[in-house]
Nanobody, 116 residues
Framework: QVQLVESGGGEVQAGGSQGLSCAAS????????MGWYRQAPGNQRELVAS???????KYADSVKDRFTISRDNAKNTVYLQMNSLKPEDTAVYYC??????????WGRGTQVTVSS
């Protein structure tokens, strides 16, 4: 089992920046991919960004060139730096870890609200 604790989030004005972090504990040696998903009201949960243990990154087209994902394997923590935020980025952001067996673990989610 993997436990995830997210921090960051809150309200920010359009054009502003915000950072999220997510620390993992438990069976961390099995973790391969760490990432962030988001879900806006009425929408399905969607991938925002992910990063493998080896550092390969994937971004949603809507956040490319604005968001940056990184991870610190020594601290078992994944970060998401969000710049040039837009109202459409408003959502609950969920931390995700996927282990080498394909099991997904989720954080509780943190609200990010971008006001225009």
């Amino acid at each position: 089992q993997v436990q995830l604790v997210e921090s960051g989030g809150g309200e920010v004005q359009a054009g502003g920046s915000q950072g999220l972090s997510c620390a993992a504990s438990g069976s961390i040696l099995s973790i391969n991919t760490m990432g962030w998903y988001r879900q806006a009201p009425g929408n399905q949960r969607e991938l925002v960004a992910s990063i493998t243990r080896g550092g390969n990154k994937k971004y949603a087209d809507s956040v490319k060139d604005r968001f940056t994902i990184s991870r610190d394997n020594a601290k078992n923590t994944v970060y998401l730096q969000m710049n040039s935020l837009k109202p459409e980025d408003t959502a609950v952001y969920y931390c995700n870890n996927r282990d080498r067996f394909g099991n997904d673990y989720w954080g509780r989610g943190t609200q990010v609200t971008v006001s225009s």
